[in-house]
């Protein structure tokens, strides 16, 4: 994809991605995005090695499962994912809206090299990654820090 721009929109696996605050904005101290995740195409579990995360749920609900606890979140709450811990998520609601903060920008990089704009204000994910998506993200992943586990893994 190349050089995300602020409040812009764009498809990122299975989630439409708009970038708040970018790593040029922080001093590449931290990053911060709008995420719409849709049911059925959460991320598997994953660790983040050089970065803490936080969500801020917006509108919708999931329950988010941080080694082995589960943690069940709405509209207003919070919740705070260390660097080094498994975790995913699973919507209980057809879309959730929540506001992604990470304390470094590598996954901001991740994005940024995936991502494609969305062609229309409504477009959202339909269908998951592709395997060529997925062997990209591993390839990233392993640059910036982004640990996927296999499918059989929980957390």
Do not use: C
């Amino acid at each position: 994809m190349g050089q995300l721009q602020r409040l812009e929109n764009y498809l990122f696996m299975g989630a439409r991605v708009k970038p708040l605050l970018l790593s040029e904005d922080t001093g590449g101290n931290f990053s911060v995005f709008e995420f719409t995740e849709v049911q059925g195409l959460e991320p598997p579990v994953h660790i983040h090695e050089n970065e803490d995360e936080m969500w801020r749920i917006i509108e919708g609900e999931a329950t988010f499962r941080l080694e082995n606890k589960e943690i069940h979140a709405g509209p207003g709450d919070a919740v705070f994912v260390p660097q080094g811990k498994p975790h995913t998520f699973k919507l209980k609601t057809k879309t959730m809206t929540a506001i992604l903060s990470l304390t470094s920008t590598d996954f901001e990089n991740i994005v940024s090299e995936l991502a494609v704009q969305v062609q229309s204000k409504d477009e959202m994910p339909s269908s998951p990654p592709t395997k060529e998506q997925l062997e990209k993200l591993l390839e990233l992943g392993k640059k910036y820090g982004l640990t996927i586990r296999p499918p059989e893994h929980t957390v």
